[in-house]
């Protein structure tokens, strides 16, 4: 698995990648011009090097932003700023100090970010310049903390087009590295995630979360106008299958925050407002993230929804969408204090119905083995007639698999997700193993006796 972020074109520039005994010297030199006064920052960069303090060249450039902001402008190509970049990643290693070097290399991230920022409005390629700056120095640093927020940083200049999930795997080293599974091993790797004594503290780890669903914002609001504004059928359908794969991803890191707030002492009014969109994303789409979504109502931040008055009844819905049936979702919807949260948070009343007719069909399959088709149309209060679309929409869903007896109009489940699995869901799965189990003696106490009169009829 690899772990490291394309950081340059694929032409490398001769002009600043050669390093040679003097490749500090020529790096200064290249840097000065754009300083406030170039005389003073060649004299004071020149006598650290002299010393050998790697870590006093270094501060003596971060501390003059006009040294890296001369990357920036149009005269240097991405291949140049980024190999200026990697020789001062090269002068980290030098500095003999792991924790100073991590504050250096923080602080030079930061005035890479803050230097690409200020020259965005030149359309000469800076936002491309600085992820690129900066994902050289993910490369080359070790340290899990320093990778963690070096990536943030990564994530919040990157393109749209380098963010953008859904493309063939290996169009966007970036986009793949933030699928959430590759993402999570990297950090299992770098040494934080699903450990107690984790070296990157949860606030790192949810920052970077936080960049990536402000990334897929970027990502969802540029391929929405793109949308707009091309009404070819295919290319509409392309980028609604991108659409997807964005919303998609950003409601799997939403989730992802969430499960850093693990006190309840933690929840802060951006936990609650992370919990209150991770809550929308879920009710918007039950099915395609089913599994894990299930998880959501035992964190802390979404159980803190309850106590908000302006979210208790969001929560609430939440809560049937989880476990509840077709017909709570009704009472739900007959109370006036509850009904008007459809348009407070930008809910689809239509969406959501079929969504619950499909979720209560689930728990219908997940409770019998065989159910007919008057059975299924009375929980979804539909005609009999309507009963094998419904069971198609769910097997189509993936939520359930299941054959109809159109003769004896039975529908016949082979297997189906379980909502919730509490006391009476182990109680029902301890009858259908005692019944497994007897069917089995029944077939081996079978065999014996066949076996027995085959010995009896030999002799």
Not at 323 to 332: A, N, P, S, T, V
Request: with cysteine; proline share 2%.
């Amino acid at each position: 698995m690899s772990t490291e972020i394309a950081s340059t074109p694929q032409h490398p520039s001769s002009t600043l990648v050669n390093i040679s005994a003097d490749a500090d010297l020529r790096l200064i030199k290249l840097l000065a011009p754009t300083t406030s006064s170039p005389s003073q920052f060649e004299s004071t960069c020149s006598d650290h090097i002299a010393n050998g303090d790697a870590a006093g060249l270094v501060k003596a450039i971060v501390a003059e932003e006009g040294a890296i902001g001369g990357l920036f402008s149009g005269e240097y190509t991405v291949e140049e700023a980024v190999g200026a970049v990697c020789l001062l990643g090269a002068l980290l290693e030098r500095v003999g100090d792991e924790t100073l070097e991590g504050e250096l290399c923080a602080s030079l991230a930061d005035v890479v970010a803050r230097a690409a920022a200020a020259s965005a409005s030149n359309e000469d390629g800076s936002a491309e310049k600085g992820s690129a700056c900066v994902a050289a120095l993910f490369n080359l640093r070790s340290n899990g903390v320093e990778k963690v927020r070096l990536l943030t940083k990564i994530v919040d200049l990157a393109d749209t087009s380098s963010l953008a999930p859904g493309a063939p795997e290996g169009y966007s080293a970036l986009a793949d590295m933030l699928e959430s599974s590759m993402l999570q091993s990297s950090l299992t790797l770098w040494g934080g995630r699903n450990d107690d004594n984790s070296i990157i503290p949860d606030g790192e780890q949810r920052a970077l979360f936080q960049a990536v669903v402000r990334g897929m914002d970027r990502v969802l609001a540029k391929l929405t106008g793109d949308k707009k504004g091309d009404e070819a059928a295919s290319v509409e359908v392309e980028v609604a299958r991108k659409i997807k794969a964005a919303v998609d991803r950003k409601q799997t890191y939403l989730m992802l925050i969430l499960e850093t707030y693990k006190e309840e002492s933690q929840i802060d009014n951006e936990a609650l407002a992370y919990a209150q969109a991770a809550s929308i994303g879920a009710i918007r789409d039950p099915i395609n993230l089913f599994s894990s979504q299930q998880r959501l109502l035992h964190l802390p931040a979404i159980s803190a929804l309850q106590k908000q008055k302006s979210t208790v009844a969001l929560y609430d819905l939440l809560k049937i969408f989880h476990e509840g049936k077709l017909q709570d979702y009704r009472d739900f919807t007959s109370m006036p204090d509850k009904s008007s949260v459809f348009a407070a948070f930008q809910l689809n009343e239509g969406e959501c119905m079929k969504n619950m007719c499909l979720l209560s069909l689930v728990s219908l399959a997940g409770e019998h083995e065989e159910i007919p088709y008057s059975a299924v149309a009375s929980t979804l209060d539909i005609a009999e007639d309507q009963v094998e679309k419904w069971v198609i929409l769910g097997v189509s869903s993936g939520l359930m698999e299941a054959k109809m007896d159109q003769l004896s109009k039975v529908v016949i489940v082979e297997r189906c997700v379980v909502r919730q699995f509490g006391s009476t869901e182990w109680e029902a799965l301890k009858v259908r193993l005692d019944k497994w189990k007897t069917n089995v003696r029944g077939v081996l106490d079978a065999l014996k006796k066949s076996g027995a009169g085959v010995a009896i009829g030999s002799q």
